[in-house]
């Protein structure tokens, strides 16, 4: 293997990334996560508490609560910003020049994967810069460089380098390398998210710390030791993230990491994961064979997803979607909802099942089983809408006939809201019947879902930013049932009438950022 | 077999199945030495699946390719060492400029020399823009970056796929002189369906039909073989459906006579038709349709 190979693979995959407008826009999103994540303690709000007592804003505080809560983030985020490293080659055919190279296979992976954890490492830090001067804003000790690379290090190293494998392993591993994988990383996710955090009760010692990708127990087990001194409690309970506090209880100073061997250790153990993903990524990798690569010509296979609706063709053919399409925008968008489910028939068959299954289960199975899983298989049936026209070229096609482009972006919006629908259809009709106001919330929900697929897809032109976004929200509204302000689609039933206005403005909000990215994607390329 | 050199590249009964049970190449079987190898043939012909087995991109299912003797197959790096390629519908990463995108291709088939990247954009006319984003570069640009790209490591062996699709008529002869320019020490192989691309450089024409080799021949053996197979003649217009229909119609102009057809038949294909002299266009039609599979 040459150094110099891997490294011009890496620099250029930096390069390509930073390159995109979008990498600005992920820019000045750090600044607000930073911003928001980081509460004023003047609105009565603060990062990290135990047992009550507020902890004082010093660096080793921010940096441990920071840094946890941004590798959670970055193991769902990241995953989805990085994972179309391979893909681009594809799409472009430079993959085809480089199989043609002597490059080794390993050069070529290793290249892709230093360029991805670079890119992250990147994105780290400028967090870390936001982060520190949101202290110098609201802090109540200097800012320690050194405490804020140490713990940042330890915390987020692993999740960097593990996400970054995981997404190279990812797009390796053929039935792994699509929307399938999108939806089946969501679950590694939540298994590497809660294996370290229930095995870090036993304070160092448990088996899961040696699996923390993104620093659970060692959050835990950093915090633990010094609150349980300070606290006379064997049990005290942190909580991290922005919570409201009592003024009258004093701050509680966390003096830092207590770094020793078994420390390090865990956090080196838990980063070397990446070894295996590595090691797998290298036996999948198809070197650019269109024999073997999905999206190519000349019998490749095609999607996990389109593969599993096979069977169901005949189906599909039975209710001729091929004739629902039409001039103007009520067609069109049953053109949208048509071509899903000729793509792909699954998306027909679930829809099916929702309806059925919507009758016979229980009111309580239904909100919190049911609906949670039609939001997760709407996540998937919807992702590609926006972006498969320019995926598959014939975006030129559809705006050189008359009066589609301008009627693109809201068809593609109803055409979506329509399908969104017919997943809740009978969810929405019995809860109509028994409880309203969750009815509604459901109906928003589903319409906040489509618009979000739109908005999201027209603005970032691939699916994966929706697919990652939504699927960390879904996340953390199934973790939260009695939280009214996650309850976007009613079936926790703690929305409150405001909560339904601002889901509904939301929605709208980010049709509206559809309508707008189509616009001026449309001006930028006629200029 | 190409010019009096040594042979390069063989080929031995190569043939690609694909695994949903499409034949796209079938007992192919070549022999090649120097020069520019014009490969034509219809789309799905299988050319691109061809060229994509001798760049080591994906592996015969059943046959030999060999370079300087060795079997490409089993040792793909010995070619790769040697090997320019530039695909069909070539794309670049917008983001880098030229010089970027030259210098990593450069990197990757283990060229290290700055000047190398500079020469060769000095070649293809696109040093003025050297630093410039590749997005913003027209298709031509974008071609002839790629040949760049392809050229960089001075390869024995040039495969170029469909290089002048979409290219303005511009675009193209600067491209084939390029090619031409390139040809004499090497081995370079041009995939196209366009006859016009090759007739001016190529030193050799392979045609291509569903995935078998129709013929091989130097440009004049070509000819050679199509005279006294062309034929043109007069027709009424409300005959011309029928005509279309029956015959190998090479070219046709509508006139105030009627239709005025040029026609590649092997006999007199209508009374009064008179045999002109072939032109590579309609040797290609001729060996494409009256030609012996290998």
């Given at each position: 293997m040459t150094v110099r190979r891997v490294l011009a693979v890496a620099r250029t995959d930096v390069r390509v990334r930073m390159a995109r407008g979008s990498s600005a826009a992920l820019l000045v999103a750090l600044c607000i996560l930073a911003y928001v994540i980081v509460p004023d303690l003047s609105t009565g709000r603060a990062l990290m508490q135990v047992n009550g007592h507020r902890a004082l804003y010093n660096s080793a505080t921010i940096a441990l609560a920071t840094s946890s809560l941004c590798a959670v983030l970055l193991g769902m985020l990241g995953f989805y910003l990085i994972s179309n490293t391979i893909r681009r080659d594809i799409v472009t055919r430079t993959g085809f020049v480089v199989a043609s190279t002597p490059v080794r296979n390993a050069e070529y992976l290793a290249g892709k994967l230093l360029g991805s954890i670079a890119f992250l490492t990147l994105v780290v830090l400028v967090y870390i810069v936001n982060v520190m001067a949101m202290q110098l804003l609201r802090g109540e000790a200097p800012i320690e460089p050194l405490r804020y690379a140490t713990i940042f290090l330890a915390a987020m190293g692993p999740a960097v380098v593990v996400v970054a494998g995981f997404a190279l392993m990812f797009e390796c591993v053929y039935p792994l390398s699509g929307r399938f994988g999108d939806i089946a990383y969501f679950f590694v996710w939540v298994m590497l998210l809660t294996i370290p955090a229930s095995t870090a009760e036993a304070i160092g010692s448990g088996v899961g710390s040696y699996f923390d990708v993104f620093g659970i127990a060692f959050l835990i087990n950093a915090s633990k030791p010094q609150a349980i001194a300070d606290f006379h409690n064997v049990h005290p309970e942190v909580s991290i993230g922005s919570s409201r506090f009592d003024p009258a209880q004093i701050p509680w100073r966390f003096d830092g990491v207590k770094w020793s061997w078994h420390v390090v250790g865990t956090r080196a153990a838990s980063a070397a994961l990446v070894i295996p993903l590595f090691v797998i990524a290298w036996l999948a990798f198809a070197r650019f064979d269109p024999a073997r690569?999905?999206?190519?010509?000349?019998?490749a296979r095609g999607s996990v997803l389109a593969r599993i609706g096979a069977p169901l063709a005949p189906l599909v053919r039975a209710v001729r979607?091929?004739?629902?399409?039409?001039?103007g925008l009520a067609r069109m968008a049953l053109g949208e909802i048509a071509l899903t489910i000729m793509l792909y028939p699954t998306v027909l068959a679930a829809a099916l099942a929702t309806a059925i299954a919507g009758v016979v289960v229980r009111e309580h199975a239904l909100r919190s089983a049911l609906l949670p899983i039609v939001f997760v298989a709407l996540v998937a049936a919807l992702a590609e809408i926006p972006t498969r026209d320019r995926a598959a070229r014939v975006d030129a096609i559809r705006s050189g006939i008359p009066r589609t482009r301008r009627l693109s972006v809201p068809a593609k919006l109803l055409g979506a809201l329509g399908l969104a629908l017919a997943f809740v259809i009978v969810p929405l009709a019995r809860m109509i019947a028994t409880s309203p106001r969750d009815a509604l919330s459901l109906g928003i929900g589903a319409a906040l879902i489509a618009s979000a697929a739109v908005g999201m897809g027209t603005l970032a032109r691939t699916p994966k930013l929706f697919a990652g976004i939504s699927m960390l929200y879904l996340y953390i509204v199934m973790s939260s049932p009695h939280a009214a302000d996650f309850d976007f689609a009613g079936w926790n039933g703690a929305a409150t009438d405001g909560v339904r206005v601002a889901y509904f403005v939301a929605a709208i909000a980010l049709a509206g950022i559809a309508v707008l990215a189509e616009w001026l994607g449309g001006r930028a390329e006629r200029s | 077999m190409l010019t009096t050199a040594a042979t390069a590249l063989t080929l031995e009964a190569v043939t690609k199945r694909f695994r949903n049970g499409i034949v796209a190449v079938n007992d192919l079987s070549l022999s090649l030495g120097t020069g520019v190898l014009g490969l034509l043939g219809p789309n799905g012909a299988g050319k691109t699946t061809l060229m994509q087995m001798i760049a080591t991109i994906t592996r015969p299912t059943g046959g030999r390719i060999l370079f300087d003797g060795r079997d490409i197959t089993s040792d793909p790096d010995f070619l790769r060492e040697k090997l320019g390629y530039l695909p069909q519908d070539f794309g670049v990463y917008?983001?880098?400029t030229a010089v970027q995108f030259l210098t990593y291709f450069a990197a990757l088939k283990g060229v290290s020399s700055r000047s190398r990247v500079a020469e060769m954009l000095e070649m293809v006319n696109l040093h003025t823009v050297a630093n410039r984003a590749v997005g913003g570069f027209s298709g031509g640009m974008k071609q002839r970056l790629g040949i760049a790209q392809a050229l960089i490591n001075d390869p024995a062996l040039l495969i170029v796929d469909?290089?002048?699709?979409?290219?303005?008529p511009e675009e193209r002869l600067r491209f084939r002189n390029i090619l031409s320019d390139i040809g004499f020490d090497r081995l370079v192989i041009f995939s196209t369906h366009i006859v016009s691309d090759i007739e001016s450089i190529a030193t050799e024409i392979a045609v291509m039909k569903s995935g078998r080799l129709i013929v091989t021949a130097t440009p004049p053996d070509l000819l050679r073989a199509a005279t006294g197979s062309v034929w043109e003649t007069t027709i009424a217009q409300d005959r011309f459906d029928e005509a279309r229909r029956a015959l190998r119609i090479a070219r046709s102009v509508r006139n105030s006579s009627g239709v005025h057809l040029r026609v590649v038949s092997p006999?007199?294909?209508?009374?009064g038709a008179v045999a002109v002299e072939p032109d590579l266009e309609d040797a290609f039609i001729y060996a494409l349709n009256f030609g012996a599979a290998q």
């Open positions: 690569v999905k999206g190519s010509t000349g019998g979607p091929e004739s629902w399409a039409g001039p | 917008d983001g880098l469909e290089p002048t699709a979409g290219l303005d006999g007199c294909p209508l009374p």
